[in-house]
């Protein structure tokens, strides 16, 4: 495949000016940002479009004439890139559009069975892949796609992950418009551009809901490049919020000390703050202090449970006190805390959500999510529910419908789709109409940190008195 340019999208979603989706909440994707930096590097002419408005983008199709057009996709976001693919096709009918993320790395034959849109699929990192799709001409010889042969579909043979991520640049993020991603922080009393920032690949613990794309084999940068590329972006934004994409923040506590004390000897704790994901056994006393005073605002940990049954069914290696133990830790740290639960879990009960629900309610966090089990192609989940394993039961493979969210794609035996969704608005209205949590939100002290739950719950509410399905 001979390839002058690269246009990658940041989104896979397009609107029309009657449709309602804020370009505000379009996350900065830095996988889309890192292999256009990749290619760069390699002397690629590369776009990136980073809007979902359908004129903007057909402009910038004009504009930018591809030879490949890279479209991502998480599961529940398929079917927009396949939409958003037709209209690439317009535009440039002898692009070759390829689509890449988790969806079609779990299912790269099937992904392009189901949508005659998209050319080939990329499975895993694709810094190096959409490189060879640029310089090979015979796409068998490209490793780690499935292609259409015909009426065929081909899958080559694997690709290794990146033995060293320094050898992929920083991010490109010249084409993005940060100035429509701006968030209010308390520590600078304003709103300031929020970007995502990577120090690792890769997720070493085997939980069952999760699929990983980068692998379970951790791989670092060197902290230097972490600190010199977090510099380089406040020279740019100046203040400047971030959050680390790694799948678990200091499970390394070597590395995450020796970046956190990069940040500190720069004086970028003055410029920036940021938040990460961790685990409650991971984290403990030296290095939340360390990390506060590089700039930590808050961890978000994945809890996922207030039953210590469930816990251990889930093969988490701790108890909900290793967790009040922990949010203990990082408040005392001055770090403030977000907890993730999931409803819905193999062999859960009513009595298990009530009490996770009741544990929720008294930790001392600001914000919570609570997600419905999904059976998200490529996990360990999704094989038990289609064995009915754990109880648990597929009720439709419509992509649309894999949202943590939305709660209609999977059940238990003795918990229906009704029955998790109830769970989930009560959880929810219960863990916010508490008095403490209004009287800071009325107060404004964690006014920004709790509009996402508080806008949720509304929206929650209004469902659960039209009787909608999430």
Not at 139 to 146: E, F, K, N, Q, T
Not at 288 to 294: D, R, Y
Request: proline content about 4%.
């Amino acid at each position: 495949m001979n390839c002058k340019r690269v246009v990658l999208f940041n989104s896979p979603y397009i609107v029309d000016k009657k449709d309602k989706l804020e370009e505000g909440n379009i996350h900065a994707r830095i996988g889309t940002a890192s292999i256009a930096a990749y290619l760069l590097s390699k002397g690629i002419e590369t776009h990136v479009i980073d809007s979902t408005d359908m004129n903007l983008i057909r402009a910038s199709l004009k504009q930018y004439p591809a030879d490949i057009v890279g479209i991502p996709a998480f599961t529940f976001e398929i079917g927009d890139a396949a939409t958003t693919a037709r209209l690439v096709k317009e535009v440039l009918p002898d692009a070759k559009i390829i689509v890449g993320g988790p969806h079609p790395t779990a299912l790269p034959v099937e992904t392009l069975k189901d949508f005659d849109e998209f050319d080939v699929a990329v499975i895993g990192e694709g810094e190096h892949t959409v490189e060879e799709l640029c310089r090979i001409s015979e796409l068998s010889d490209v490793r780690g796609i499935a292609f259409r042969n015909g009426a065929e579909i081909k899958v080559t043979r694997s690709r290794d992950v990146f033995k060293s991520l320094d050898e992929i640049p920083s991010p490109a993020w010249d084409d993005f418009d940060f100035s429509k991603r701006l968030v209010w922080v308390e520590e600078f009393n304003r709103k300031v551009p929020y970007l995502p920032v990577e120090s690792s690949r890769g997720c070493p613990f085997p939980c069952i809901f999760c699929f990983r794309v980068t692998g379970k084999s951790v791989r670092y940068r060197d902290p230097k490049k972490v600190a010199h590329e977090v510099e380089r972006l406040t020279e740019r934004f100046g203040q400047m919020k971030f959050y680390f994409v790694d799948g678990t923040f200091g499970i390394h506590k070597e590395f995450a000390s020796e970046l956190c004390d990069e940040f500190i000897s720069r004086g970028l704790p003055e410029k920036v703050v940021w938040d990460a994901s961790s685990r409650v056994d991971v984290v403990d006393k030296e290095l939340l202090i360390k990390m506060k005073n590089a700039g930590c605002i808050q961890l978000g940990f994945g809890i996922e449970s207030g039953d210590d049954k469930m816990l251990k069914i889930m093969g988490k290696n701790f108890t909900t006190a290793d967790v009040k133990e922990a949010i203990d830790m990082c408040l005392d740290a001055g770090i403030q805390v977000g907890g993730n639960f999931i409803l819905g879990y193999p062999h859960e009960t009513r009595e298990s959500i009530k009490q996770t629900i009741k544990f929720a309610k008294k930790l001392p966090i600001d914000t919570t999510n609570f997600a419905i089990m999904v059976p998200f192609p490529g996990t360990e989940v999704r094989e038990m529910a289609e064995r009915n394993m754990g109880g648990l039961k597929i009720l439709t493979n419509d992509w649309r419908y894999y949202g943590k969210q939305i709660g209609a794609t999977l059940e238990l035996n003795q918990l229906s789709q009704e029955d998790l969704q109830w769970y989930q608005t009560r959880a929810y209205l219960e863990f916010y109409l508490t008095p403490r949590r209004i009287i800071f939100f009325i107060k404004g002290l964690t006014f920004y940190r709790v509009w996402y739950g508080v806008r949720r719950l509304f929206k929650l509410i209004l469902y659960a008195l039209r009787g909608e399905k999430r």
